[in-house]
């Protein structure tokens, strides 16, 4: 009876010990997250800054926020233009991705 009690408490232990890093790999998400960055403009790399600008001229840029996808640092950089918000997205080596605007109605 005493091997048969041992026995469940060993598989028992063993189950804990192979779930707890299971778990722990599913809570990646939460890192990802972390290597978001917030910039200023003074902050940004040229190229980004000037990709940005090239899509909206007259729009005033004020920050950025970056963060990593496909091994490469994108930077949203985001400004207005009257009563738009323009989000810029660029990659670090200056290429354009996309351009997003959302109209501030009160």
Same mark, same amino acid.
């Given at each position: 009876?005493? !091997?048969?009690?041992? *026995?469940?408490? *060993?598989?028992? !232990?063993?189950?804990?010990?192979? %779930?707890? =890093?299971?778990?722990?790999?599913?809570? @990646?998400?939460?890192?990802?997250?972390?290597?978001?960055? !917030?910039?200023? *403009?003074?902050? %940004? =790399?040229?190229?980004?800054?000037?990709?940005? /600008?090239?899509?909206?001229?007259?729009?005033?840029? &004020?920050?950025?926020?970056?963060?990593? /996808?496909?091994?490469?640092?994108?930077?949203?950089?985001?400004?207005?233009?009257?009563?738009?918000?323009?989000?810029?997205?660029?990659?670090?080596?200056?290429?354009?991705?996309? !351009?997003?605007?959302? &109209?501030?109605? @009160?």
């Amino acid at each position: 009876m005493k !091997t048969a009690y041992k *026995l469940v408490l *060993l598989s028992f !232990t063993v189950c804990v010990l192979l %779930i707890g =890093p299971v778990h722990a790999q599913v809570d @990646d998400s939460e890192a990802s997250q972390d290597e978001q960055r !917030t910039h200023s *403009l003074a902050g %940004i =790399p040229a190229l980004v800054l000037a990709a940005a /600008q090239a899509q909206g001229p007259d729009v005033f840029f &004020n920050s950025a926020v970056s963060y990593l /996808q496909d091994d490469f640092r994108v930077y949203r950089v985001s400004g207005r233009l009257y009563r738009q918000l323009w989000y810029v997205y660029v990659r670090e080596d200056g290429k354009w991705l996309r !351009t997003q605007k959302d &109209n501030q109605d @009160d």
